[in-house]
C-alpha cells in the first residue's frame, strides 16, 4: 500500500476493523484511513455492517405449526418401526460425470469400488469405535427395515437424489442380463453386494450419530460408487 | 427464496426469558418421555435455533423443516445428555452440527445437479467462487435495504462464515472446527461476504 495514492485493500480494512493487523499494518492504516476520505467512508460502512450484524435479533420466531409438526414425529417414534420410506426423487444425479471416467474396463471400476468400500467400512468401524457388522442384505432393504425417523434428514435427502437413478439402471441391467457374459453379470452382482453393505453401514452409523458428518459424506461416496458401477454395466456390450 | 424471508427483523420473539433453575427439572422429565417438558424446553430455546437456522439457509420453508429435524434429533438423544454442559449448550451444539451437516449436503446435492443439467453458465451452481476478476455481483437494491434479506442473498459459503462471525459471534477456530475450512478459506470466505453487503447496503 502507497499510502498517498492508493486505496486500503477490502480485506485489509476487514482484518483492521476485526483488530488483527499487527502494530505496525494498524498504524499505516490508520494514518491513510485519516488522509483519505474513501476509505474512511468505507470503513465507516464496514462498521456499520458490523455493528448491525452483531445486534440483529437472537432470536426469530418460527412458523406457528413447527411444533405440532415436531410433536406429531416424536409421538410416531414410539410407534413406528416398521414404516418404509416415502419415495422423495428430486433429482437425477450423475447423469453429465460419465466423461469423468476413462476407465475402460468397467471391473477395474468394480475392483476399485470394492476397495474404496472396504477402506470406507473400516472409518465408519473407526467412527463407531465398535466392529462392523456386515449386513447380508442389500441396503435398500436395510432402509426398509430402519424407521422412517431413525434416519437423519441427510440420510433421507441423499436416498431420494439416488433412488430413481439406481432404479432405471437397475432395470436396464436387468433387461440385459440375458445378453451379458454370465461371468461378468456375477462379478457386478458381487460388487454391488460389497457396495450395498457399505451403504447399509454408513445408514445404521447414521441412524446412531446423525450429526456425523463424514458418516455423511461415506453414505454420499458409496453412492456415487453403486451409480457409476451400474452405469458402467449397463452400457457393456452383448456377449452374442 | 428471498421471498420466503418475510421481513424477520420485525417477528422478533417477545417472551419472558426461559426459567434456567427449571431446566434440569424439564430435561428430566424430557427423558422420561414427557412430550410437555419437551415442548417446554422447545418453547426456550426454538427462536434461536430457528434464526440460525434461517440466516444459515436464506429460506425459511427450509428453515422449519432444518428446527424440526434438529428438535427431533434433539428428543431421540436426549438420554446421550449427561448434564455436564447446559442443555442449552448441548442443544445448540447439536443443532449446529446438523445445520452445517445439512448444508455441505446441500452443496454436493447442489453440484450434482449442477452437473447433471450441463448446467450452461457457473453461476448456476452455489457460486462459492469469487468472480476470476475480482468483481462484485451486483445485489438487487431493494434487497439490499434490509440486512437480512442482504444476508439472504449472499453465496451459500460466505452466508455461512459470515452468519457464524459476525451475526452469532464464534470465533474463527470454532467455525474451522465446525466446518472444516481453512484458515485462510474461511477468512476469504467472511471478507468477501462483508464486501457484498457493503456493496448492497451502500445503495
Known amino acids: 500500500m502507497s499510502e498517498a495514492q492508493d486505496h486500503v485493500a477490502f480485506e485489509t480494512l476487514s482484518n483492521f476493523a476485526d483488530g488483527i493487523l499487527d502494530a505496525a499494518e494498524r498504524e499505516r492504516v490508520q494514518r491513510h484511513v485519516q488522509s483519505c476520505t474513501d476509505c474512511e467512508e468505507r470503513l465507516a460502512r464496514l462498521r456499520t455492517l458490523l455493528g448491525a450484524a452483531s445486534s440483529l435479533p437472537a432470536e426469530l420466531e418460527p412458523p406457528s405449526h413447527l411444533w405440532g409438526d415436531i410433536r406429531h414425529r416424536i409421538v410416531a417414534l414410539s410407534d413406528d418401526q416398521t414404516r418404509s420410506l416415502p419415495e422423495r426423487v428430486t433429482v437425477r444425479p450423475g447423469r453429465g460425470a460419465r466423461a469423468l471416467w476413462s476407465a475402460r474396463n468397467p471391473w477395474l471400476l468394480g475392483a476399485a469400488a470394492v476397495v474404496l468400500v472396504a477402506v470406507s467400512s473400516a472409518v465408519t468401524a473407526a467412527l463407531l469405535r465398535r466392529p462392523v457388522v456386515v449386513a447380508a442384505q442389500p441396503a435398500e432393504s436395510i432402509a426398509r427395515t430402519l424407521p422412517v425417523s431413525a434416519l437423519p434428514a441427510s440420510a433421507r435427502a441423499i436416498e431420494a437424489d439416488y433412488a430413481r437413478t439406481l432404479g432405471e439402471l437397475r432395470e436396464t441391467l436387468e433387461l440385459r442380463r440375458a445378453g451379458l457374459d454370465p461371468a461378468t453379470v456375477v462379478k457386478v452382482e458381487a460388487s454391488l453386494r460389497v457396495i450395498d453393505q457399505a451403504i447399509a453401514e454408513a445408514l445404521r452409523a447414521l441412524a446412531d450419530d446423525p450429526a456425523n458428518l463424514t458418516l455423511v459424506d461415506i453414505l454420499s461416496a458409496n453412492y456415487e460408487r453403486k451409480l457409476e458401477l451400474l452405469r458402467r454395466a449397463a452400457e457393456l456390450p452383448s456377449s452374442t | ?203
Open chain 2, 1 to 203: 427464496m428471498l421471498t420466503d424471508l418475510v421481513n424477520p427483523r420485525s417477528t422478533t420473539i417477545e417472551m419472558p426469558p426461559p426459567d434456567r433453575d427449571d431446566e434440569p427439572r424439564r430435561v428430566a422429565r424430557a427423558c422420561a418421555g414427557d412430550v410437555t417438558a419437551f415442548e417446554e424446553l422447545y418453547r426456550d430455546h426454538v427462536g434461536r435455533i430457528f434464526a440460525l437456522s434461517l440466516r444459515l439457509t436464506g429460506d425459511r420453508a427450509r428453515a422449519a423443516e432444518l428446527t424440526q429435524d434438529v428438535f427431533v434429533q434433539a428428543w431421540e438423544r436426549l438420554s446421550a445428555f449427561r448434564g455436564e454442559s447446559a442443555f442449552s449448550s448441548w442443544l445448540h451444539r447439536n443443532a449446529l452440527n446438523a445445520l452445517l451437516m445439512r448444508a455441505r449436503a446441500d452443496k454436493r446435492r447442489s453440484a450434482r445437479v449442477q452437473l447433471a443439467e450441463d448446467a450452461r453458465s457457473p453461476s448456476a451452481g452455489d457460486n462459492d467462487v469469487p468472480g476470476v476478476d475480482g468483481s462484485v455481483p451486483p445485489i438487487d437494491i431493494e434487497q439490499a435495504i434490509d440486512l437480512e434479506r442482504a444476508i439472504a442473498s449472499l453465496p451459500p459459503g460466505a452466508r455461512q462464515v459470515f452468519v457464524l462471525h459476525d451475526v452469532a459471534g464464534y470465533r474463527h477456530d470454532e467455525i474451522a472446527r465446525m466446518t472444516g475450512l481453512a484458515a485462510g478459506t474461511l477468512r476469504a470466505q467472511l471478507h468477501r461476504a462483508r464486501r457484498l453487503l457493503v456493496e448492497a447496503l451502500k445503495k
